[in-house]
Each structure stands twice: as structure tokens, then as C-alpha cells.
């Protein structure tokens, strides 16, 4: 019996209950919500089981929601199954205040360098990786840019002379 | 005399057992800019600490300012070697957004761009290993057929390098004879000059000495770093997008996946190898598929969708409607539907994805690149340690690091 979306999502509530919030399919790729208390053990039961086998993590980012109070930063999480070619996302949810997200490199190695980018970006502190600092931006950078608040260019620069090209 | 017992220090010196080497950022070894600070003890690698981000130009954050079709060519720029792919990959993540269908003569031209695009990546990647084995020749020979490939691409969309070429739904103008003789010249030329290169690397000796053993990394540990393309499958791993997730109708054609064993330098060149010689295969099949097409199906080169499909420019200088239809798509003023689509497609360095949440605005929400050298970079101190610099250089320029992809 191949692996579908309902068989993945039947198997997430059994283990976990209320604790996954089904976000539908949205163009065939199920979606599903976690708190962040329960993701590395989610992300393990998905690694572990046998018939999961969720052993390939595709990609790890964040998204900054503004507007949604207690629930501005996001983490979404790709993981593929590549025997059976099924693919998942989940996504954590945390206050912009308490920005602590667990880490997921003892589960996914290759989870470091993504962590890295979107703490980089956000600001999300993941508890337990071994080497959060910033890995494209300069180390000194005080501010995490891709947060919505913050706009394309930064406003304090004072070596760029923008008076000819109609930006003074 | 085992490399950690080399030098006892006496209590309280300033001294190193190891010496610093910094290897970049501007280093004609490594290929592109990024940084490797490695602690040697003597002529072996100890452990080596990646610095990446000097070429980070905030791709994703441009992207949230940016109308889809001022997108294009901001993806030009992350795998520059292969800018085809990128540009397509988008343009299919928008069309799986916006659900639009593309024609199959449609997608036999983007496939035929596409490989001809890995292709390029590849002689690139494989000529430089030669390269830095100190076998100058292959490099040689081998650039001169991207030239033949570029002028495809310039006859296509005018570009050569950075194409951002295609539109969503297709191409922005049929391909002209011109531009199928020359796909003629280089399919006929081309398998000549990779067979002598072949001959001049394959089996010779000294450079199966170099690289056989060198960056050695098993199935599991690949897996594990997250590594997708020619280095998973040098592994042994046969995971290829266009096989399991296949899009653009790559089902329609047969190709295989040249697999490796060790995973080591040796078998990254030859899969490399291999995987030019199947995509020479596949643009053998969709060009004759393509001269299969008769009467109007032959002139189809796009998909109709007026409201995201860039009008014809004879009509946008002269008809007033068009003007606003290109004027409106150009600023993002045409409607997209809320929702969050990722789509990816087997970059020549692995599966380049575009994770793309809109709200329903001008421009993407997020959109998130799933480069695939940045991933696979993490690989790279296992796979140095413990070699000597040589061959650690030879290593780094195996992996196929592409500065654009790694900072995006």
C-alpha cells in the first residue's frame, strides 16, 4: 500500500492528537501545524517511523506575519520521503517575543546552514545548534532584515550619494 | 607519526600545533567567491571553517518588492552558470500558482534550453576539475562549445550569460531557423569534443590517482547533509527530480541516471560525465519531437494567458490596449491568487526549489530560494579533513559550488 497524504496525516493525529493542526493540501503538498514544544518529536516520529520514513529534509525558512499577534514568527519545514516520493511541510509558529524555536540538526544534519539563514534573517533563536551565528550577513549587523518592519535599503547608510540618480 | 601526536607544546605557549591558511574569499582555486579558513598541520587538512555571503545580494528580500516578471532576473543570477534553469523554474512555480497549462511544444523548447543548460554547467564544472589537476587542455577545448550554446540562447531571448529568458506560459518568441541550425551544429559537434575529452581524462592515470579517493562521502552521510544531484548520485543515491517529480513533460522522454559508488571526486567527474551525454539524448528526442509538430501547432511557442503573458511588442507600439495589458503585467497589477506553491526543478546542481507564498498582492508575500550548493556546502568540512590541500582544493571544485547559488 503506497503512502498518501491521508495515510501521513492519519498517522501524525493518532501520535500526536490534537497537537497537529491540518492545513489542508494546498496544490497537493499537505500541509500541517505544530506547537513548538512538539516539533522535534514530531520531526523524529516522522524520521523513525517505518512507514513514514521521512528521511530527506528539502528545505527549512521563516516568514514574518506581522499582524498575527503571539504568532508573528513562522518556521516551515519541507521534508520529503524519497522511497515513497511523498512530500510534507510543517509549520511552527512563535512570538516575535520569545523567538525559541528547538533546533532540528540532531534529527536533520543539513538543518545547520538553514538555521543559520533564518536566524540571520529573523531573529528565531533555535535552542541546541551548535553554532547560531550569522552566515550571509556581516557578523556586526545589528537587525534581522527580512523582518516586514524593516525596508529594502537601509536608511542609515552614509557612503552611498543617491543626490543625482533622483534619491537624494 | 600520527598527525595529532606531531607536536607536544610546552605548558603555557602562545604557539599553534596547526597553521592557519586562508583560502579566499578572491582565490583563483576556489571558483567564485567564498572563504575557507583551514587549520593545517603541515600539508593535511585539520578542519576547515566555511565563511559564505560575500556575494549575498538580499535576493529574498528583493523578491517581496518585485512584481513577478522582475523576478526573472534576479533568479538569472543565482546558479549564473545555468541561468535558463533558474529563470524556467520560476516561471513554472508562478504557472503551478497561477494554473496555467503549457503546450507540449512548449516545454519540448524549454527542455531543449534547459539541458542544453546543464550541459554548460557541467563542461564547466568538470573542465575546471582538470583544470586544477593541472591538465589546462580539456578547459580549452571544451568552453568553446558554450559559445555555440550562448549563441542559441542570444537567437532565443538576446542574452548570452544572465538569459532571463522565457515568459510564464513559454518563450517570447519562436525559435527561428537560425537558432535550430545552430542546435544542429553544436548536437553534431559537440559529442565529438566530449568524446575527446573523455579520452584525455577518463582512464588516464594520473588523474584517476588525483581524484579517485579524494571526497569520498557515503549514501547516508549525503543523504544526511541534505545533498541533491550530481554529488548524491556520485553516492550512489539515483534521486533525480525529473524522474520523481516530473515536470515540463520530461515523462515523455527516456533517459537514464548515472550513478556513482563512492561518492568520491572521481565519480562526481564521471557522473557528470554521464549525465551530459544523457541530456545530449534528451535534446536528440525533443528536437525531433519538435520537427514532428505540423501546420499551427508547429508555430506555438506560449501558453494563452493574456493576463500574464507579456503581449506581442509589434502590438504594445502601436495598439493602446496592449500598452496597458504590458504596463499593468510589468507593475504586478494583474490579480494572483493567495496561496503557497513549492516547485522544484533538477538544477545542474541539484533540486533548485521556490517555496512562493503570495497574498494576493503585486508581489510574492515570501519567496524562498532552496539553493542547493548552499546546502551541500555544509559537506564540505567532513569531506576535506584529513586530505592534503591539493587534493582538498580538487574536493571544493568537484562539489560544483556556484557563488551565485551558494549567497543568493
Not at chain 1, 545548534?129 to 547608510?157: A, C, G, S, W
Request: aromatic share 12%.
Amino acid at each position: 500500500m503506497s503512502l498518501t497524504n491521508d495515510i501521513v496525516l492519519q498517522k501524525l493525529q493518532a501520535a500526536f492528537g490534537d497537537a497537529i493542526v491540518n492545513g489542508g493540501e494546498p496544490y497537493g503538498l499537505l500541509t500541517v501545524e505544530v506547537p513548538k514544544a512538539d516539533i522535534i518529536n514530531v520531526l523524529r516520529f516522522l524520521f523513525d517511523d517505518e512507514t513514514l520514513k521521512f528521511r530527506f529534509m528539502t528545505d527549512l525558512c521563516g516568514v514574518h506575519y506581522p499582524d498575527e499577534a503571539g504568532r508573528e514568527l513562522a518556521v516551515v519545514y519541507h521534508l520529503h520521503n524519497l522511497e515513497a516520493n511523498v512530500r510534507l511541510r510543517i509549520k511552527v509558529f512563535t512570538s516575535i517575543h520569545e523567538p525559541d524555536v528547538p533546533s532540528a540538526t540532531a534529527v536533520f544534519p543539513t538543518a545547520n546552514w538553514m538555521e543559520r539563514e533564518t536566524y540571520d534573517f529573523y531573529g528565531i533563536n533555535f535552542v541546541g545548534h551548535p553554532n547560531l551565528k550569522r552566515i550571509l550577513n556581516v557578523d556586526e549587523m545589528d537587525y534581522f532584515p527580512l523582518r516586514k518592519e524593516y525596508p529594502l535599503e537601509d536608511q542609515t547608510r552614509t557612503d552611498k550619494d543617491d543626490e543625482m540618480f533622483g534619491r537624494g | 607519526m600520527d598527525q595529532n601526536s606531531a607536536i607536544i607544546l610546552p605548558e603555557g605557549s602562545i604557539e599553534k600545533t596547526t597553521t592557519t591558511l586562508n583560502v579566499g574569499p578572491t582565490h583563483p582555486a576556489t571558483h567564485g567567491v567564498f572563504q575557507n579558513i583551514m587549520q593545517m598541520d603541515g600539508e593535511r587538512v585539520v578542519s576547515t571553517e566555511q565563511t559564505v555571503g560575500y556575494i549575498h545580494r538580499a535576493f529574498e528580500k528583493l523578491a517581496e518588492r518585485r512584481p513577478l516578471y522582475q523576478i526573472t532576473p534576479i533568479t538569472d543570477r543565482l546558479n549564473y552558470c545555468s541561468s535558463p534553469i533558474n529563470n524556467m523554474g520560476w516561471h513554472m512555480t508562478c504557472e503551478k500558482l497561477l494554473g496555467v497549462e503549457t503546450p507540449k511544444r512548449v516545454d519540448y523548447l524549454r527542455i531543449i534550453i534547459m539541458e542544453l543548460a546543464r550541459i554548460c554547467d557541467h563542461l564547466i564544472c568538470n573542465s575546471i576539475v582538470g583544470v586544477d589537476t593541472g591538465a589546462f587542455t580539456g578547459f580549452l577545448y571544451l568552453m568553446q562549445y558554450r559559445e555555440l550554446v550562448y549563441e542559441i540562447y542570444e537567437e532565443v531571448c538576446g542574452s548570452r550569460l544572465t538569459t532571463n529568458i522565457g515568459r510564464i506560459g513559454g518563450f517570447e518568441r519562436n525559435f527561428s531557423n537560425t537558432a535550430f541550425t545552430k542546435l544542429e551544429k553544436f548536437l553534431k559537434e559537440y559529442p565529438v569534443a566530449l568524446k575527446e575529452f573523455e579520452n584525455l581524462f577518463n582512464r588516464n592515470r594520473i588523474f584517476m590517482e588525483r581524484t579517485q579517493g579524494g571526497g569520498a562521502i557515503s549514501a547516508e552521510r549525503a543523504l544526511a547533509y541534505g545533498m541533491t544531484g550530481p554529488n548524491l548520485r556520485a553516492a550512489g543515491v539515483d534521486y533525480d527530480v525529473r524522474v520523481h517529480n516530473p515536470y515540463c513533460s520530461y515523462q515523455d522522454f527516456e533517459f537514464d541516471i548515472p550513478v556513482g559508488t563512492t561518492g568520491d571526486n572521481y565519480d562526481r567527474f564521471m557522473v557528470r560525465n554521464g549525465e551530459m551525454w544523457q541530456s545530449l539524448r534528451i535534446i536528440e528526442q525533443a528536437y525531433q519531437k519538435i520537427q514532428g509538430f505540423t501546420g499551427a501547432e508547429a508555430e506555438v511557442y506560449h501558453a494563452e494567458v493574456p493576463a500574464y503573458y507579456l503581449p506581442k511588442k509589434e502590438d504594445v507600439y502601436t495598439k493602446m490596449e496592449a500598452l496597458i495589458w504590458h504596463f499593468k503585467i510589468i507593475m504586478g497589477e494583474t490579480a494572483i491568487p493567495k496561496g503557497e506553491v513549492y516547485h522544484s526543478v533538477e538544477g545542474a546542481n541539484g533540486e533548485l526549489g521556490f517555496y512562493f507564498i503570495s497574498d494576493g498582492g503585486r508581489t510574492p508575500y515570501r519567496l524562498h530560494f532552496r539553493r542547493p550548493c548552499f546546502i551541500y556546502y555544509q559537506a564540505y568540512e567532513e569531506l576535506a579533513k584529513g586530505a592534503m590541500l591539493s587534493d582538498a582544493i580538487i574536493t571544493l571544485s568537484s562539489l560544483n559550488l556556484i557563488a551565485g547559488e551558494l549567497d543568493a
